[in-house]
């Protein structure tokens, strides 16, 4: 398993951990969540982060728990989706992110869609530079599915596919 941080920054040097910008309700006992931490994603979802930072996205995806009617009516032979609003292809298309990958060692592993996270200063391994971010999603068999909107899309978390949405306070009307 491989550990990655996305950025739009070439020139990081040292990750250093930093409290969230925007704190999100957490479940009682994990409210340190919000505290200064880096932040990791592992290579089997890293896709949730081929975005701009601030890209508003609904990804999903299925898990062993994924009813037949589902995967079928939302997947059908794809290994997930990510949603985006039209309004961001220009931003998509154009953005240029790097890829670091991260030593894994002290990091703890949250249970939650490849997600990590470190108390301490972490160096990177390497960096790549990702430049087309829907070749670069399609390459992980993940389908760009371009909405006007996220709103109708709410119903999503009421499947049962994993649902994640990302920066959806940037969403037009959501």
């Not at 930072?53 to 009516?73: G, H, K, M, Q, V």
Request: aromatic share 10%; hydrophobic share 45%.
């Amino acid at each position: 398993m491989r550990l990655y941080h996305f950025s739009d920054d070439p020139g990081i040097v040292t990750f250093v951990p930093r409290a969230v910008l925007v704190p999100s309700q957490r479940t009682p006992g994990r409210e340190w969540l919000n505290g200064p931490l880096v932040w990791a994603i592992e290579d089997d979802f890293d896709f949730l982060y081929h975005f701009p930072r601030e890209c508003p996205r609904i990804l999903i995806w299925a898990t062993e728990a994924t009813l037949d009617s589902d995967r079928a009516t939302w997947l059908g032979s794809r290994r997930a989706a990510a949603y985006v609003e039209r309004s961001w292809m220009t931003a998509i298309s154009e953005a240029v992110l790097q890829r670091y990958e991260l030593p894994a060692d002290h990091f703890e592993n949250l249970g939650d869609a490849g997600m990590w996270v470190s108390r301490e200063v972490v160096k990177p391994l390497a960096r790549v530079e990702l430049t087309d971010l829907p070749s670069s999603l399609a390459s992980r068999e993940v389908e760009l599915r371009v909405v006007d909107s996220l709103v109708p899309l709410k119903a999503l978390w009421a499947t049962s596919l994993h649902t994640s949405g990302i920066r959806l306070r940037n969403a037009s009307g959501w």
